[in-house]
Structure formats: structure tokens, C-alpha cells
């Protein structure tokens, strides 16, 4: 079947620009998580939801960075204003079941964000 | 002191060899352990997870879980050329974030 999807792969932006990043999860994946991956760095958790609900946004670095996933489904992470150390690979996972723990998680092929 | 940590690396081994890779975590309550592989260019993706101390096999991959130690490590036996990648170390504190390690560059020479 379909893995998890994102959209747009690359986005070029000018620095003040918002962006708007979108994830299309596995169908029926109860859990969606969005990071940020630095070159030569781990994935940096930012937020977590379980179907709708945002249970954890602890990761995102400050209130310019928003997320929803307001069906359950399809998620979008919003970042307004953009600077130049927002540049990154943002990649978004899903899994069947709810929580963080004992749970795999597929992701996606990212979003390479490039702030001018 | 990072919450995860692994020797960047780059691990090189010969075809054929045991490469071993390891990782040490900060949080005590940490319950699930995850080893992700990622080719350059590519996404993370799951080879192995371990939730109990000891020892789990699947193929030629085996992860060893020590929480006395905070420990855990991967062993990949008959390397082949095609396991050089990166290799992620993913710890779940508890809750539902997913902390993971900068990797582990593993180069297999043929």
C-alpha cells in the first residue's frame, strides 16, 4: 500500500515568507509525529498527534512553528515567518498505534526547507 | 550530556565482518529501544526494536538491551556491502516522544 507522503519535496522560500509542509499518513495510522533533521543529525522530534489531538507540541522550537491535523488525517505544519535557521529536512512519520511507545514508525520522504 | 548518544563514526568493516554498533541513553525510564537504518539521501527506517534486557534476533541483525547500564547496542553479522548506511538509535522515554541519536556511519568495504 500507500507509505506516508509529504508535500511539497523541496521548498525554496525568502526569509519573513510562512511555509505550510503537509503529510499524508498511512490510511488508518492512528499516530502522526512531525521532526527535523539537521545534515549528520538525528531526527529532532517536534509534535505529536493522536488522530486530531496534538498530545505533545513540546519539540516545537518557538510559537512561530504551528501544527494541526484537523480530521485525524492528512497534517500540515506551519511555519510563519521564516528564517534562515528554520533550513532543514522536515520529515514526518506515522504509526498504527497510539502513543510513543513500543510503536514503529514509518516515515516519510520529507520536506527539504530552504530559507534565503 | 545528550539523552542519546552514538559514536558518529564513520565504522568501517570488511565484508563478512561483525559490525557493531552502540548507543548509551540519559533517561532511566526510557522503555522502548529502536534501531533505524538510513541510507544517504533517504528516509530512517525500522530494522529493529527491543523492549525487555537481554538479547533479540531477526536475520543477521541482533540488538542487545542492558537498563542497568543504559546500553543498547546492534550487531550486524556477514556485513554486506549494502548495510552501509546510517544507523539511528531511537529511545521512548515514556509518553510519546521518540528521541534519537545523531548515527552511526557504517561503511562496509567489499
Known amino acids: 500500500g500507500a507509505g506516508v507522503s509529504q508535500s511539497p519535496r523541496y521548498k525554496v522560500t525568502k526569509r519573513g515568507q510562512d511555509v505550510a509542509l503537509r503529510c499524508d499518513p498511512i490510511?488508518?495510522?492512528?499516530?502522526l509525529y512531525w521532526y527535523r533533521q539537521a545534515l549528520g543529525q538525528g531526527p529532532e522530534f517536534l509534535t505529536y498527534?493522536?488522530?486530531?489531538?496534538?498530545?505533545?507540541k513540546s519539540g516545537l522550537p518557538n510559537d512561530r512553528f504551528s501544527a494541526e491535523r484537523p480530521e485525524g488525517s492528512i497534517s500540515t505544519l506551519t511555519i510563519q515567518r521564516t528564517e534562515q535557521r528554520d533550513s532543514a529536512m522536515y520529515r514526518c512519520?506515522?504509526?498504527?498505534?497510539?502513543?510513543?511507545?513500543?510503536?514503529?514508525?514509518?516515515f516519510g520522504p520529507g520536506t527539504r526547507l530552504t530559507v534565503l | 550530556q545528550k539523552e542519546v548518544e552514538q559514536n558518529s563514526g564513520p565504522l568501517s568493516v570488511p565484508e563478512g565482518a561483525i559490525a557493531s554498533l552502540n548507543c548509551t541513553y540519559s533517561d532511566r525510564g526510557s522503555q522502548s529501544f529502536f534501531w533505524y537504518r538510513q541510507y544517504s539521501g533517504k528516509s530512517p527506517e525500522l530494522i529493529m526494536f527491543i523492549y525487555s534486557n537481554g538479547d533479540k534476533e531477526d536475520g543477521r541483525f541482533t540488538a542487545q538491551l542492558n537498563k542497568a547500564s543504559q546500553y543498547v547496542s546492534l550487531l550486524i553479522r556477514d556485513s554486506q556491502p549494502s548495510d552501509s548506511a546510517t544507523y539511528l538509535c531511537?529511545?521512548?522515554?515514556?509518553?510519546?516522544?521518540?528521541?534519537f541519536g545523531a548515527g552511526t556511519r557504517l561503511f562496509v568495504k567489499a
Open positions: 512519520a506515522s504509526s498504527e498505534l497510539a502513543g510513543g511507545n513500543y510503536n514503529e514508525q514509518f
Open positions: 531511537a529511545v521512548n522515554p515514556g509518553g510519546f516522544k521518540t528521541i
Open positions: 498527534f493522536n488522530y486530531e489531538a496534538q498530545q505533545d
Open positions: 490510511s488508518g495510522h492512528v499516530s
